[in-house]
């Protein structure tokens, strides 16, 4: 059902109308970079949309790769990358899925505003997911929406967007129990992220790949 959604979001709209699809890259992922945070190494991005991102991490000095299930998203990701001449790549494949079509291990991986579409009978497989693709110590970044926002029909965990999407919103403590039999938790905290229709309440975590799993 997602994916039959996003795939109609890619190819009917104009990319300037899609609500998430930014032009700016956000201040969280430039300031990992900027402060050293995440040195140049090889990252994945989760759900990366046309790219945008992705572009930015090889302008960096990053070896990047993208996914997407949405074969018009990953065409629209592509061509922007060889339009902006970034030397990055993008692989179509379903992060819920056993995701073969990716080979390679990374050290930092990371999802923008993702996770709010996986819900909680998908979450714990996602996560393994991500262990999975990491290199021993490899870092990994979540930003998701929290349920203090008050956007999409207020207090309810399951909220509907104007697209017709189905978002399940997330608290810290959901966040924090999700990760830590697998991560090490650097950080949890709920930020403000600005958006296309000004600031929304979201949930940081910045982790770390446990070895002793």
């Given at each position: 059902m997602l994916k039959?959604?996003?795939?109609?979001i890619y190819r009917t709209l104009p990319t300037d109308k899609i609500p998430w699809n930014l032009e700016a890259v956000p201040d969280?992922?430039?300031?990992?970079?900027?402060t050293e945070s995440i040195k140049p190494c090889k990252v994945i991005e989760l759900g990366c949309g046309v790219g945008t991102y992705v572009r930015y991490f090889s302008s960096k000095g990053f070896d990047a790769t993208g996914v997407d299930?949405?074969?018009s998203a990953l065409a629209l990701a592509r061509d922007s990358a060889l339009?902006?001449?970034?030397h990055c790549r993008?692989?179509?494949?379903d992060v819920l899925g056993e995701m073969t079509e990716v080979q390679d291990t990374f050290d930092f991986a990371y999802d923008w505003e993702l996770l709010h579409h996986i819900f909680p009978q998908d979450r714990e497989r996602y996560i393994h997911t991500v262990y999975q693709l990491l290199n021993p110590g490899g870092h990994y970044l979540s930003v998701c929406f929290s349920e203090e926002d008050p956007r999409f029909g207020g207090t309810e965990k399951y909220r509907k967007t104007s697209l017709d999407t189905l978002l399940y919103v997330s608290s810290e403590d959901e966040i924090e129990n999700l990760v830590k039999p697998l991560f090490e938790i650097k950080e949890i905290k709920?930020?403000?992220?600005?958006?296309?229709?000004?600031f929304h309440?979201?949930?940081?975590?910045?982790?770390?790949k446990r070895e002793d799993n």
């Amino acid at each position: 059902m997602l994916k039959e959604q996003m795939e109609k979001i890619y190819r009917t709209l104009p990319t300037d109308k899609i609500p998430w699809n930014l032009e700016a890259v956000p201040d969280i992922l430039q300031d990992i970079v900027k402060t050293e945070s995440i040195k140049p190494c090889k990252v994945i991005e989760l759900g990366c949309g046309v790219g945008t991102y992705v572009r930015y991490f090889s302008s960096k000095g990053f070896d990047a790769t993208g996914v997407d299930f949405s074969d018009s998203a990953l065409a629209l990701a592509r061509d922007s990358a060889l339009k902006k001449g970034a030397h990055c790549r993008f692989i179509a494949a379903d992060v819920l899925g056993e995701m073969t079509e990716v080979q390679d291990t990374f050290d930092f991986a990371y999802d923008w505003e993702l996770l709010h579409h996986i819900f909680p009978q998908d979450r714990e497989r996602y996560i393994h997911t991500v262990y999975q693709l990491l290199n021993p110590g490899g870092h990994y970044l979540s930003v998701c929406f929290s349920e203090e926002d008050p956007r999409f029909g207020g207090t309810e965990k399951y909220r509907k967007t104007s697209l017709d999407t189905l978002l399940y919103v997330s608290s810290e403590d959901e966040i924090e129990n999700l990760v830590k039999p697998l991560f090490e938790i650097k950080e949890i905290k709920t930020v403000d992220i600005k958006g296309k229709g000004g600031f929304h309440t979201a949930i940081y975590a910045f982790l770390r790949k446990r070895e002793d799993n």
